[in-house]
């Protein structure tokens, strides 16, 4: 039978001391008794909402289906980025004190992989060498897990970024799939995908898909699959093959301080069909997919304002440009005497229009475009 639970999370507190917390969604068939793990969050960048949208549709679906594995869903999961505004907006992408991106501050050190593997026994890599990774999988989450607990009950405390990150990771580091749901500020949907799951990530049924490396750079989906990449690799170095992966993904839908129950539904379906794919539930039908382009990140490349002023965007997140195309005109109003007034900006490879910057007003250095490249 079908299980939800819900439960208030306190991360945050007022000065009064009134408590802030995050809902927490726990969705499980209660006839299974070994669960794999599915964690989904969104609004980490606060100002991102059409994830908590999504996850809104995502349960909807889930009490009619069939699932193989406990979901943990957390909407608008960051109580701190939630309260702070910048005039009509929130605040969203960044701690409004500190500027900390709340995106970046998860945790990760490869010495929580080199401790555990110094610790395996001989019996341990017998079990390996059968092929049984049940044991070493279960007691490398707990391993991870103590680590987030000791960094947050440690004596000199962490800052609200990593407090809130590591508070998170907590719980994500139970699962074995990661999703970890973003917007972008003005933008298409796209997904970042580890280099391994570029092909299957096209389940999600989303067009544009940036295959990235699997390092750490401090985003959820890094912290959660890297640990299980360095395992793999210090196992391969004492002649283990070593095959589970925690999968993860950061997945971006549509545009921040804007939500859309219609496109949650079609998000929530892409969601669902990957889910399907990889086994984590049954009796979902699928969806039809409409074709999606693979771009490394090495060819997703962020356009800088050269100039300051008030800029208008003729090229729309999702659209198509050609390498000298004019993509944007930036209006100086000092030279509207002159020929200068305008400025056009010129799209430097031809590629996809993933997002623009949210305001019309830019300087020099303002993060105009980002373009997934398909030919120099
Ligand atoms: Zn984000």
Redesign the pocket.
């Known amino acids: 039978m079908l299980t939800i639970e819900k439960q208030l999370v306190t991360l945050n507190q007022d000065i009064a001391g009134q408590e802030i917390g995050i809902p927490v969604y726990r969705l499980f068939d209660d006839r299974q008794k070994m669960r794999k793990k599915v964690y989904v969050q969104s609004a980490?960048?606060a100002a991102?909402m059409q994830g908590s949208a999504v996850i809104y549709r995502l349960i909807e679906h889930l009490k009619t289906l069939n699932l193989a594995a406990e979901f943990v869903l957390v909407p608008n999961c960051n109580p701190f980025g939630r309260t702070q505004r910048a005039g009509e907006y929130l605040q969203g992408?960044f701690d409004a004190t500190t500027g900390n991106n709340w995106?970046r501050f998860y945790h990760y050190d490869r010495q929580d992989a080199v401790e555990f593997v110094r610790g395996l026994t001989d019996e341990d890599f017998e079990q390996l060498n059968k092929g049984d990774e049940t044991s070493v999988i279960k007691r490398f989450k707990s391993h991870l897990l103590t680590q987030l607990q000791n960094k947050i009950d440690r004596d000199w405390g962490v800052n609200t970024a990593q407090f809130l990150n590591t508070t998170l990771q907590e719980m994500a580091s139970k699962a074995d799939l990661v999703l970890d749901l973003?917007?972008g500020p003005s933008s298409t949907r796209h997904i970042y995908a580890p280099h391994n799951l570029a092909e299957q990530a096209k389940a999600f049924n989303i067009e544009n898909i940036i295959s990235i490396p699997t390092s750490f750079a401090g985003a959820l989906d890094e912290a959660s699959f890297t640990p299980w990449w360095d395992l793999a690799e210090l196992l391969l170095e004492r002649g283990v093959t070593f095959n589970y992966r925690v999968d993860a993904y950061t997945v971006?839908l549509g545009s921040q301080e804007n939500i859309s129950l219609d496109a949650a539904e079609q998000d929530a379906l892409g969601i669902l069909n990957y889910l399907s794919e990889a086994g984590f539930l049954e009796g979902f039908e699928g969806v039809p997919l409409t074709p999606s382009v693979v771009t490394e990140l090495k060819n997703y490349k962020t356009l800088f304002s050269k100039h300051a002023g008030m800029v208008e965007y003729l090229a729309k997140p999702g659209e198509k440009v050609s390498k000298g195309q004019v993509i944007a005109r930036v209006l100086n109003s000092l030279e509207f005497d002159s020929e200068n007034a305008i400025t056009e900006v010129l799209a430097p490879a031809t590629g996809t229009i993933i997002l623009h910057y949210p305001s019309a007003a830019v300087q020099v250095g303002t993060q105009l475009f980002k373009i997934a490249i398909s030919e120099k």
Do not use: A, D, Y
């Open positions: 980490v960048h991102e992408r995106n973003h917007t971006e």
